[in-house]
Nanobody, 115 residues
Framework: QVQLVESGGGLVQAGGSLRLSCAASGITYSLETMAWYRQAPGKQRELVAM???????NYGDSVTGRFTCSKTNGKNTVYLQMSSLKPEDTGVYYCNTWSGENHYWGQGTQVTVSS
């Protein structure tokens, strides 16, 4: 049973920083790519960042330059360092990965940025 567990969310003032973590279990091999999505109230879930072993990463337009995604080589753990946070970054952040046609999601962690 594949499980993704996020941690690190919370309440922060605008301009502050948070670091999210996600660990995958139940997988016996190293995942190549893991991703972060977020969903704000009343909005669709959107891609925040996608990062792969070896340092490759892609970001959503709204977070480029402020967020950094990193994945440890050989480990099924992904991090999202969020800086210069804005109120519009508020939402539930979900960890995501896939294997073949199977997609896996974490339970989400709440990030709230106050103005």
């Amino acid at each position: 049973q594949v499980q993704l567990v996020e941690s690190g969310g919370g309440l922060v003032q605008a301009g502050g920083s948070l670091r999210l973590s996600c660990a995958a279990s139940g997988i016996t091999y190293s995942l190549e790519t893991m991703a972060w999505y977020r969903q704000a109230p009343g909005k669709q879930r959107e891609l925040v960042a996608m990062c792969s072993s070896g340092g490759r990463a892609n970001y959503g337009d709204s977070v480029t330059g402020r967020f950094t995604c990193s994945k440890t080589n050989g480990k099924n753990t992904v991090y999202l360092q969020m800086s210069s946070l804005k109120p519009e970054d508020t939402g539930v952040y979900y960890c995501n990965t896939w294997s073949g046609e199977n997609h896996y999601w974490g339970q989400g962690t709440q990030v709230t940025v106050s103005s």
